[in-house]
């Protein structure tokens, strides 16, 4: 292999994008269980600020009666919550890169409600903070924040009733080794274009 398609091929390593994992709920354990006011699952902890008003369901949303409900549903598990703020870190504190995340109204929320906004607020691991707007129906909903964060909280898309949550779409953050990899891919580029004209 000639250097200078080695030295692309390295900086190409270097300055990819980070790899994505997606927290989906489905490894999640007790379902249909909302006596814990914090869930923690795939690396992240999901608060509510009340027992009774979060948990994790696999099913179409169902009245009391099983009587199907309208409200977002994928065919996979999802959280659930009643009351505002839910709250998400990931374990022990530290940034990370939200890309992207679904929300949807589920059970219980009236047909007045539907088209509510919802805010997604985050702190922002550089400082300061921000949020995005979406408007949520009985369907996901892709919110899509592209920042690195130490914390999320999310508020509205409805008044009464309960919001879905899944695909969470998280980045690693890049390793602190890949500015020296790209330097190095850049030097023997330079090197190999030196040496050709020599």
């Known amino acids: 292999m000639r250097p200078f398609a080695l030295a692309a091929l390295l900086l190409a390593a270097a300055l990819g994008p980070a790899s994505a994992a997606v927290v989906t709920f489905d490894s999640y354990q007790p379902r249909y269980d909302y006596s814990a006011v914090t869930i923690e699952t795939e690396g992240f902890a999901f608060s509510a600020p009340c027992q009774q008003c979060m948990g994790v369901e696999d099913r179409v949303p169902e009245d009391l009666g099983g009587n199907p409900l309208p409200g977002a549903f994928n065919g996979t598990p999802y959280l659930l919550y009643s009351v505002d703020p839910l709250g998400i870190t990931a374990v022990g504190g530290t940034a990370f890169y939200l890309d992207r995340l679904d929300l949807g109204q589920s059970w219980y ?46 508020s509205g898309g409805r008044g009464f009733g309960y919001v879905a949550l899944d695909n969470l779409v998280v980045n690693d953050l890049p390793e602190p080794a890949s500015a020296p990899l790209a330097l190095g891919a850049l030097l023997c580029a330079g090197l190999a274009t030196c040496r050709r004209r020599s």
């Open 109 to 154: 929320v009236p047909d007045a409600e539907v088209g509510s906004p919802v805010t997604v607020s985050y702190v922002l691991a550089g400082g300061g903070s921000g949020s995005r707007q979406a408007v949520l129906g009985r369907s996901f909903t892709t919110v899509v924040v592209g920042e690195e964060v130490l914390s999320v909280s999310i």
